[in-house]
C-alpha cells in the first residue's frame, strides 16, 4: 500500500469516527478548575490554591468581594488548522469560581501568584481590634 493511501486510508477512519473536527465549534462539558481552600497558622492567612493547566496568566481574572474569592477567565480549544480530533477528554471554555470566605480579609494586602498552572491566593486576615463603644442617641437628645 502507497504512503498517500495509507494516509488516505487514516484520515478517512478518523473522519468516521471523530469526535471533534477543527471544522466545527467544540462546545464540551465545560470548564470548573479544582480548588483548595484552608487557613495557615504559621502565616496567619486565608490560602486558595486553584488547578488551571495550559492557560496564560493575563487570561485569568482575580477579585475580592466582601467575604467571597471570585476568579474567571477562559481556557481555549485548541484551534490549529488541519487537526481530526478522534478524542477530546480535556475541558475548555469559560469558567468562574466563588470561593466563600468565613472571615474579613484584606484585599490591600493579599497576593497571588501563578505557576506551573497553579494560581495561587493568600488573603491576609483582617486584625479586629477589641471591643469599640457607639454612641447612642435619640432624636431629641445630644449623643451620649
Known amino acids: 500500500m502507497s504512503k498517500e493511501k495509507m ?33 495557615e497558622e504559621e502565616t496567619r492567612e486565608i490560602v486558595v490554591r486553584f488547578e488551571l493547566p495550559g492557560m496564560e496568566r493575563a487570561d485569568i481574572e482575580l477579585y475580592i468581594d466582601r467575604r467571597e474569592l471570585v476568579v474567571r477567565g477562559e481556557r481555549t480549544f485548541p484551534t490549529a488548522g488541519g487537526r481530526v480530533y478522534q478524542q477530546v477528554e480535556m475541558d475548555y471554555g469559560p469558567f468562574e469560581r466563588h470561593v466563600r470566605l468565613m472571615v474579613d480579609v484584606d ?11 497553579i494560581l495561587e491566593v493568600r488573603l491576609a486576615l483582617v486584625e479586629r481590634e477589641g471591643a469599640r463603644r457607639i454612641q447612642i442617641t435619640s ?5 451620649a
Not at 486510508?9 to 465545560?30: K, M, P, W
Not at 432624636?139 to 449623643?143: G, Q, V
Open 7 to 39: 494516509q488516505s486510508e487514516v484520515l478517512r477512519a478518523f473522519n468516521d469516527s471523530c469526535v471533534v473536527s477543527s471544522r466545527s465549534q467544540y462546545h464540551g462539558r465545560g470548564f470548573k478548575p479544582a480548588a483548595d481552600a484552608y487557613f
Open 107 to 117: 484585599p490591600e494586602s493579599s497576593s497571588a501568584t501563578y505557576e506551573a498552572g
Open 139 to 143: 432624636t431629641d437628645e445630644e449623643p
